[in-house]
């Protein structure tokens, strides 16, 4: 059994990153915010993702 996190663009409804873990713990789920952040921003440094809101459901 897998947990599935994923990370989904609001305003197109788009996936943009996604993890499978065995685990369920909070660091999993963060890792498709890391991996947004790499992408869109070049890096997962303080402040980079300045102004970035996250919503969860």
Do not use: N, W
Not at 28 to 49: K, N
């Amino acid at each position: 059994m897998v947990r599935i996190f994923s990370a989904v663009d609001d305003c197109d409804g788009i996936c943009t990153c996604i993890h499978a873990a065995k685990v369920r713990y909070r660091f999993a789920a963060l890792e498709p915010i890391s991996q947004g952040l790499l992408g869109g921003f070049g890096s997962v440094r303080a402040d980079v993702g300045r102004g970035f809101s996250a919503a969860h459901g």
